[in-house]
């Protein structure tokens, strides 16, 4: 998937470019995603979401997660006026998406600083920017589960 994306972006620039990419886990979906996400597609022509697939999402949250499979979470995501596409990933950070797709901006969000993201030196590596996009509504999904008592 990944690598037809590529090919979509290398083809048609004037469609994707300039191009901002994010990534996270998106297991179940809430305001603060919707306002992070149309924040970050802001920024750019078009937004690539890396989704994590349900192996890294056990890896990162534990056991119980996720609540949502990936293809659903992507379904969702991809239902999202500010979403452009959607491309699962394996592994725990999004450095080969970041090397592969070579987005113009790579987002996070006010949770991270440059100093403490993972990516950030592949981000400067390939010659794009790191925007951090502040948090409007502090929540999370972990947050929302332990409130159903659901962890």
Sequence with gaps: MIDILQREINTHPERWRPLVLTNGCFDILHAGHVR???????LGRALVVGLNSDQSVRQLKGETRPIVPQGERAEVLLGLKAVDAVVIFEELTADRLITTLRPDIYVKGGDYTPANLPEAPTVTAIGSKVVIIPIEIPTSTTKILQRLHCL
Excluded at 36 to 42: E, F, G, Q
């Design 36 to 42: 992070y996400l149309t924040a970050a597609r802001a």
